[in-house]
Structures are given as structure tokens and as C-alpha cells.
């Protein structure tokens, strides 16, 4: 099985990487793990947070691009870093737009 990079939550790959010098080490269960690129899961998760947080929506839009970083980390930390950030990222500058 070959897996892109940014479809394992980056603590599970932190987790095998610290795991496998164990006798023993098995992969599999890490690998189990995929992150949530299905927008159909995300944006409500998306639209909650911009609905939640309407002073920086309208900061963002007003030239204060760098929440965007603060948006995402939201989505990370409501999706438990599993949520893919390229995704995030694309949903979010879409959503921002408009």
C-alpha cells in the first residue's frame, strides 16, 4: 500500500516514527489511520467555525490574510488532526472569498 504523506494524521506518523524501534513494530495500525479530505465532512466543520468567529472572517477580508493560519488550526483541532490541511486550506480560502 503506498500513502501520500498528507494522507496520515501527523500524530500517527509522529507515533510510528517514536514506535519503531520497538521489537516487534508493526506499522499497520498507523497506517489504519487516513486524514479527512472529504469536503462533504469539512465544511461543516468549516462553516461552523467562520460563523463562530464573524470578527475575524470580516478581519481576513479586510486584508488580514494571515488568519488563515488561525482558521485552520480550528478545523485541526475540532477534527483532532486528522482533518488533511491542503484541504482545509482550499476550503477555507474558497469560503473566505466570497
Do not use: C, H, W
Amino acid at each position: 500500500m503506498l500513502l501520500e504523506r498528507d494522507q496520515i494524521p501527523r500524530a500517527a506518523f509522529d507515533a510510528a516514527v517514536a514506535a519503531s524501534a520497538s521489537e516487534g513494530f508493526s506499522a499497520d495500525d498507523y497506517l489504519r489511520e487516513r486524514t479527512v479530505a472529504d469536503t462533504s465532512e469539512l465544511d461543516p466543520v468549516i462553516d461552523r467555525i467562520l460563523s463562530e468567529n464573524e470578527q475575524q472572517v470580516e478581519a481576513y477580508r479586510g486584508g488580514k490574510e494571515g488568519l488563515l493560519g488561525f482558521f485552520v488550526g480550528q478545523v485541526m483541532r475540532e477534527t483532532q488532526g486528522k482533518a488533511n490541511p491542503k484541504v482545509v486550506n482550499e476550503r477555507l480560502r474558497e469560503k473566505l472569498a466570497g
